[in-house]
């Protein structure tokens, strides 16, 4: 640990590795020295193996030349865009070094055809498509996940959004799926002759898009085969017959069935709309307006999409580089050479710093000359770029900043020599975030040179002009939203400078295939690159109510795109710490019912809680909801969880109707409410009040008018109860509150302009639509569950009985019969039989059940659908009155939200022998004194099931939420982490074995209050069919004077310096029986599911997200 900062004893482990026999050892001090433990321990993991694999590639491609290429300058591309000398290239910055160089490609090629213009880089192969964005200058993470591996390296911030051309189709419950399986490039597609699925290159060659003469005869087993044209159709016949047998159920055969044509149509109609969301979220989610961009399509298959990609995102330009099908290739002979030093910092941005920052920078610049001038270059060609990295004290939102030019609320203060570092730093924080912090210190993390040798540019060679009008090699068919078409073939080689081609066109080159669609024009420029124009011509076509499968699949998109970018605009605009950098919030869009059409992102104790606030909102002011107001409720019978989480309701009166058109919510984890301790989470509390302030139904914003005198008066009324206190962070309460608001006012510009382009009508009758696509999927789930129920189960005519019960560790009882209809796929879950409302804060509000109840479904069906109020549709909840599920209106409630929703779960799952009981805990522990304080939640075992083992040492169900960095816990807390590692064996045993749990432990460096809200510490997690029990937790506090102490599961407990926690945390239950030897599976039984791997910042930000 802290080997970013002190390497001594990382160096000596290197040594001993190396005296071991080790040929390649890599130091996570010398991959990249930054802060943060996990992703550096990570980044170095990666680096050891890909490494030694990349020099033996690099020394085999030497070995093919004379003297193996000896004193000869060899560049390979790194994933920061710059090239690096042979010698130096190694594998953690080598991971997206293809991707790479197609953005240094199209922004070298794009900016010399449209300077000063922004570009969204479009790059669709086979195998992947990856969206990109380029404004003038890079844009860079320094911190990246892909296939589960967080690196810590410099990384152009390339997102990968979907599978390419191997996307599969499937039709699912009445829904048009495109991916995220990938066919791969073995087997490939359908018409690849190697037995693959449909996939989106199949839609394109079925509808003409693709021509089978002008691809090489590389297919099929032989490798020597055309594309097989039939084989893609006889599939698609079979999938159309499949959908018009559904479609015809439906609506009793009212609607004409539909074609291949119409099928295949719709697939890319739906591809195009889910590969249009992620480049909403980087350019919109970001501030920039999407229209306003060039599009660079590249890549096999990006032509053949540009136009319909553009046309949806309102762009009006498109550019394809002439080699647009190698652009990744070109574009690294454009590359400049690239050498980067950077150390660790940790002191404060000011003027005691600035002669220390000038030093260090004097020294990285020195290193980067040094190198650069030994691979020959001269110091004209050499640019070196000083960076800082910095945050705001007591934040993880760092941004690595160069130095401005000019001064940004910076009181023309002194600067460093070498720039004004902090108002780039206060500049890009506030086009971010919308806000900068006041009287908060700046802290500088990194120091970091970048340096560029200059290569020579390439000069593009330029074409003669056309002359007269081009000619077409052959006109095909092809098919269209109008039908099909003729359609114009043209060669590029044979068209010269100024030809413009009408569409719908296709224009074949040796890589790439560019389709230009009816009422766009494609002009060829000096260079022989393809500029098209985007118009938007042609006759609309009409979408009425009636369900179309087709729209459907493209609606779900777009109302979960709109709840995606509230969430950007919250993130951007909230103040407080939990919302800003945890993300512990949701955004959701609702019917005029109230009903939830989508959520954004799956925080799972959100799904249904949401849905009961708005639709308590209904039934509670009736009449009194009317345009310009807001409504701000947290309270469990309101449809609360537990009091932080703050809903703010904005109901949407479109074009002066007289009753809501639908509604916009967004709910957000207040750092603080009140209560009788800091963060608002007593572990001891016994009453709602103990808790925070309560809203039950309070108008925020009135008339147009922020309630702000209001809204403070209550959220510092807990004040007034013996012991409590009102908010302890009022301005941030207030912030978030108005961000909230904010993020409200973009979903409904998002949805009153999808209104005004389709109609009222049509937009509420989709939101019906999406609603039930959600109950047919959970309807065949239940039947399916019921077809497949054991012989142990009771069957009553045509329904089937599971029953399941567990106990809290206080001995409550959770009691749950599931009483399903076979016939009507319908289900009543009656807790009745659950105990009764304790005396503790275990109690858990109805909507945290609900929430329960559609996340268990929604892991059983098994694949992707949308989660909303549909998923319930078929389900009734019986809630015993004055029980633990559905206690009295003052009952605290905290426990209920982080425990018993685990615990309801467990018993959900063990009714339908889905899964064994998983840890069936958060572990909340909190710790800290007048000054700080720290929450926490800590994995443990997850249970195993028919077929895998439990993962271990992972939080799971209702929360998944991430653990601060060793590093970072250390540098600002008073503790030191002893141990943290797996408690071997805490699984329980079985055929498939339960995850084990983890051992933690703490020792404290100065008194301070340490509170514990655990479970599991008396009933162990359960083992199903067979399968053992997991290991039960248990909390020690091990006093300094040799004293140990089992603290019980719920406590609060003053701790002193050199005092120690041990928080040991339960397993997962097996499944199955073991064998006599008592040995588990070996080999897990996994469905062949080969799914593209997402990655990006807009993956990162939505996976942080989904881990609250």
């Known amino acids: 640990?802290?080997?970013?900062?002190?390497?001594?004893?990382?160096?000596?482990?290197?040594?001993?590795?190396?005296?071991?026999?080790?040929?390649?050892?890599?130091?996570?001090?010398?991959?990249?020295?930054?802060?943060?433990?996990?992703?550096?321990?990570?980044?170095?993991?990666?680096?050891?193996?890909?490494?030694?694999?990349?020099?033996?590639?690099?020394?085999?491609?030497?070995?093919?030349?004379?003297?193996?290429?000896?004193?000869?300058?060899?560049?390979?591309?790194?994933?920061?865009g710059g090239l690096t000398p042979m010698a130096r290239f190694n594998g953690s910055r080598a991971v997206l070094s293809g991707p790479a160089g197609g953005v240094v490609g199209y922004a070298m090629t794009t900016n010399k055809t449209f300077p000063g213009k922004p570009v969204i880089g479009f790059d669709m192969g086979g195998t992947s498509t990856d969206v990109s964005r380029y404004d003038g200058s890079y844009e860079h993470v320094f911190e990246s996940t892909t296939a589960g591996i967080t690196i810590q390296a410099p990384q152009l911030d390339v997102n990968t959004v979907?599978?390419?051309?191997?996307?599969?189709?499937?039709?699912?419950?009445?829904?048009?799926?495109?991916?995220?399986?990938?066919?791969?490039?073995?087997?490939?597609?359908?018409?690849?002759?190697?037995?693959?699925?449909?996939?989106?290159?199949?839609?394109?060659?079925?509808?003409?898009?693709?021509?089978?003469e002008y691809f090489p005869k590389i297919f099929g087993n032989t490798q020597d085969q055309p594309l097989d044209c039939e084989k893609s159709l006889a599939q698609f016949k079979d999938l159309t017959a499949v959908i018009n047998d559904f479609v015809c159920g439906q609506d009793g055969g009212k609607r004409p069935a539909m074609s291949v044509e119409e099928v295949a149509m719709g697939f890319l109609r739906v591809a195009n709309e889910a590969m249009c969301r992620p480049i909403r979220a980087l350019t919109q989610g970001r501030g920039h307006d999407t229209s306003r961009h060039v599009l660079t399509c590249f890549g096999g298959a990006g032509g053949q999409h540009a136009c319909t990609i553009a046309r949806i995102l309102g762009m009006k330009t498109i550019f394809i580089h002439r080699y647009a099908g190698i652009l990744s290739a070109y574009g690294m002979a454009l590359a400049n050479v690239v050498h980067e030093t950077q150390e660790p910092c940790a002191r404060v941005y000011s003027e005691d710093s600035f002669s220390f920052i000038d030093e260090r920078f004097a020294v990285l610049t020195s290193q980067c000359v040094t190198a650069l001038t030994k691979q020959g270059f001269l110091p004209s060609q050499i640019v070196t770029e000083p960076y800082l990295h910095l945050r705001y004290e007591k934040t993880d939102c760092a941004l690595m900043c160069g130095p401005n030019t000019f001064s940004f609320e910076t009181n023309e203060r002194t600067q460093p020599k070498h720039g004004d570092f902090v108002s780039s730093f206060l500049q890009r924080y506030h086009k971010e975030f919308g806000f900068s912090i006041?009287?908060?210190?700046?802290?500088?993390?990194?120091?970091?040179?970048?340096?560029?040798?200059?290569?020579?540019?390439?000069?593009?060679?330029?074409?003669?002009?056309?002359?007269?009008?081009?000619?077409?090699?052959?006109?095909?068919?092809?098919?269209?939203?109008?039908?099909?078409?003729?359609?114009?073939?043209?060669?590029?080689?044979?068209?010269?400078?100024?030809?413009?081609?009408?569409?719908?066109?296709?224009?074949?080159?040796?890589?790439?295939?560019?389709?230009?669609?009816?009422?766009?024009?494609?002009?060829?420029?000096?260079?022989?690159?393809i500029v098209i124009v985007v118009g938007s011509g042609g006759e609309l076509k009409t979408i009425g109510t009636e369900l179309d499968t087709i729209q459907l699949s493209i609606f779900s998109h777009r109302f979960m795109s709109i709840a995606e970018q509230m969430g950007r605009i919250l993130q951007r605009t909230s103040m407080s710490t939990n919302?800003?950098?945890?993300?512990?919030?949701?955004?959701?869009?609702?019917?005029?019912d109230g009903g939830l059409v989508s959520n954004a992102p799956h925080i799972p104790v959100h799904l249904g809680a949401m849905q009961e606030a708005v639709q308590f909102q209904l039934r509670h002011l009736g009449d009194d909801i009317h345009d310009g107001d807001v409504i701000l409720s947290n309270h469990p019978q309101a449809?609360?969880?537990?009091?932080?989480?703050?809903?703010?309701?904005?109901?949407?009166?479109?074009?002066?109707?007289?009753?809501?058109?639908?509604?916009?919510?967004?709910?957000?984890?207040?750092?603080?409410?009140?209560?009788?301790?800091?963060?608002?989470?007593?572990?001891?509390?016994?009453?709602?009040?103990e808790e925070g302030a309560t809203f039950i139904s309070f108008k925020l914003v009135q008339n147009g008018?922020?309630?702000?005198?209001?809204?403070?008066?209550?959220?510092?009324?807990?004040?007034?109860?013996?012991?409590?206190?009102?908010?302890?962070?009022?301005?941030?309460?207030?912030?978030?509150?108005?961000?909230?608001?904010?993020?409200?006012?973009?979903?409904?510009?998002?949805?009153?302009?999808?209104?005004?382009?389709?109609?009222?009508?049509?937009?509420?009758?989709?939101?019906?639509?999406?609603?039930?696509?959600?109950?047919?999927?959970?309807?065949?789930?239940?039947?399916?569950?019921?077809?497949?129920?054991?012989?142990?189960?009771?069957?009553?005519?045509?329904?089937?009985?599971?029953?399941?019960?567990?106990?809290?560790?206080?001995?409550?009882?959770?009691?749950?019969?599931?009483?399903?209809?076979?016939?009507?796929?319908?289900?009543?879950?009656?807790?009745?039989?659950?105990?009764?409302?304790?005396?503790?804060?275990?109690?858990?509000?109805?909507?945290?059940?609900?929430?329960?109840?559609?996340?268990?479904l929604r892991s059983m069906i098994g694949h992707d659908i949308p989660l909303n109020q549909g998923c319930l549709k078929p389900i009734k909840i019986i809630f015993p009155s004055g029980s633990i599920l559905n206690p009295s209106e003052n009952a605290a409630i905290v426990g209920g939200n982080v425990l018993t929703s685990q615990r309801v779960v467990d018993v959900i799952f063990r009714a339908f022998g889905a899964v064994a009981a998983s840890q069936g805990c958060m572990n909340n522990i909190t710790f800290g004194d007048d000054a700080i304080g720290y929450y926490e939640t800590v994995a443990g075992g997850s249970g195993a099931g028919p077929g895998w083992h439990g993962r271990s040492g992972i939080h799971s169900h209702m929360t998944n939420t991430r653990i601060t960095d060793p590093e970072i816990l250390e540098r600002r807390y008073p503790v030191v982490l002893e141990r943290f590692e797996l408690n071997c064996g805490s699984g329980g045993s079985g055929k498939f074995r339960g995850g084990d749990g983890i051992i933690r432990e703490l020792l404290f460096r100065k008194p301070l209050v340490l509170s514990v809200l655990t479970e599991r510490r008396v009933f162990s997690p359960y083992g199903l069919d067979g399968g053992g029990n997991g290991s039960r937790g248990m909390n020690l506090l091990y006093y300094a004077d040799g004293r140990v102490i089992n603290l019980g599961g719920k406590t609060t407990v003053p701790v002193l310096q050199g005092d120690r926690f041990r928080l040991v945390t339960p397993g997962g239950g097996g499944y199955g029986q073991?064998?006599?030897?008592?040995?588990?599976?070996?080999?897990?039984?996994?469905?062949?599911?080969?799914?593209?791997?997402?990655?990006?910042?807009?993956?990162?930000?939505?996976?942080?997200?989904?881990?609250?």
Request: glycine residues 10%; contains cysteine; aromatic residues 8%.
């Open 1 to 80: 640990m802290h080997s970013y900062t002190f390497s001594d004893h990382e160096v000596l482990v290197g040594i001993v590795a190396k005296e071991l026999g080790f040929s390649h050892v890599s130091l996570s001090s010398e991959v990249m020295p930054m802060v943060k433990m996990v992703p550096r321990g990570f980044t170095a993991t990666a680096d050891a193996y890909l490494t030694p694999h990349v020099r033996r590639y690099v020394s085999g491609f030497a070995s093919g030349f004379k003297n193996d290429l000896q004193n000869k300058n060899v560049l390979f591309m790194q994933s920061d």
């Open 162 to 212: 979907a599978a390419g051309g191997g996307s599969v189709l499937f039709f699912r419950s009445g829904l048009f799926v495109v991916g995220p399986e990938s066919a791969g490039a073995h087997p490939g597609p359908a018409c690849y002759r190697k037995g693959g699925p449909l996939t989106v290159t199949d839609a394109n060659l079925c509808l003409g898009r693709l021509l089978p």
């Open 438 to 529: 006041n009287d908060r210190e700046i802290i500088i993390d990194d120091i970091r040179v970048r340096g560029v040798g200059h290569c020579l540019s390439l000069s593009e060679e330029v074409i003669q002009a056309g002359v007269g009008k081009p000619v077409a090699e052959k006109v095909v068919k092809c098919y269209f939203e109008e039908g099909f078409l003729d359609t114009n073939v043209y060669l590029l080689e044979t068209l010269g400078a100024g030809h413009r081609i009408p569409g719908p066109a296709i224009i074949i080159h040796e890589t790439s295939t560019i389709l230009v669609e009816p009422f766009c024009t494609a002009e060829i420029t000096a260079h022989g690159d």
């Open 579 to 592: 919302i800003k950098e945890r993300l512990d919030f949701s955004c959701a869009l609702f019917g005029p």
């Open 639 to 689: 449809g609360g969880s537990h009091l932080p989480d703050l809903t703010v309701i904005t109901p949407v009166f479109y074009k002066g109707g007289i009753t809501p058109a639908f509604f916009i919510a967004s709910r957000g984890h207040h750092a603080d409410i009140g209560g009788i301790t800091p963060g608002s989470m007593p572990p001891h509390s016994k009453t709602l009040l």
């Open 705 to 856: 008018v922020f309630q702000e005198e209001a809204v403070t008066e209550i959220l510092m009324s807990p004040g007034k109860l013996p012991g409590s206190s009102g908010t302890r962070m009022l301005q941030d309460n207030l912030s978030d509150l108005r961000a909230q608001v904010a993020a409200n006012q973009r979903g409904i510009t998002l949805v009153t302009e999808l209104i005004d382009f389709y109609g009222l009508k049509v937009v509420q009758a989709y939101m019906a639509h999406i609603q039930n696509n959600a109950e047919v999927a959970v309807r065949d789930m239940l039947q399916e569950v019921a077809r497949k129920t054991t012989k142990s189960s009771e069957t009553v005519a045509s329904n089937v009985m599971l029953a399941a019960e567990d106990f809290m560790d206080d001995g409550t009882r959770i009691s749950l019969s599931v009483n399903i209809d076979i016939d009507k796929g319908d289900a009543v879950f009656d807790f009745s039989g659950t105990g009764y409302e304790v005396y503790g804060n275990c109690n858990a509000p109805r909507a945290v059940t609900i929430s329960a109840v559609i996340y268990c």
């Open 1074 to 1108: 073991a064998a006599e030897n008592g040995s588990s599976e070996n080999e897990i039984i996994t469905k062949f599911n080969n799914v593209f791997l997402e990655r990006g910042s807009v993956f990162d930000f939505r996976s942080k997200q989904e881990a609250v």
